[in-house]
């Protein structure tokens, strides 16, 4: 008896596994189909401004690495993951603004050295 209800369950899972594979088989070709038709019928234009804009997005993704390159990264990176886009601009922004503070800094520092220089 406890043979036959293993051979049952064994076949069941073998008929549950075919469906699944089947299913799956079905719903490949159907999205296979539909594509081909959805393909053949793009225009010329269409596909032109397709790769135009895959130009753009991969330039502008090549400049956020770049950017990424040179902006100091927080010493405490935010729970050790990549960077987003904006959050890469913000912190970018940030150092400009510190570097921009830093030279006006200098500025003002070497003017009032140079004024004291005269003066003397």
Not at 4 to 16: L, M, S, Y
Not at 74 to 93: C, F, G, H, M, Y
Not at 95 to 110: P, Q
Request: proline content about 3%.
């Amino acid at each position: 008896m406890t043979r036959k209800v293993e051979a049952d369950t064994t076949h069941e899972k073998i008929e549950t596994s075919l469906k699944c594979l089947v299913n799956r088989t079905n719903r490949d070709e159907r999205r296979r189909r539909r594509r081909r038709a959805r393909l053949t019928g793009l225009s010329q234009q269409r596909q032109t401004a397709n790769a135009r804009e895959r130009g753009r997005t991969r330039s502008f993704h090549d400049a956020l690495v770049d950017l990424r390159c040179h902006i100091p990264i927080p010493v405490p990176a935010p729970n050790n993951r990549k960077l987003s886009k904006i959050e890469i601009l913000r912190l970018a922004v940030d150092y400009i603004r510190y570097l921009t503070g830093l030279l006006e800094e200098t500025s003002n520092k070497s003017d009032q050295n140079g004024e004291r220089a005269l003066k003397i």
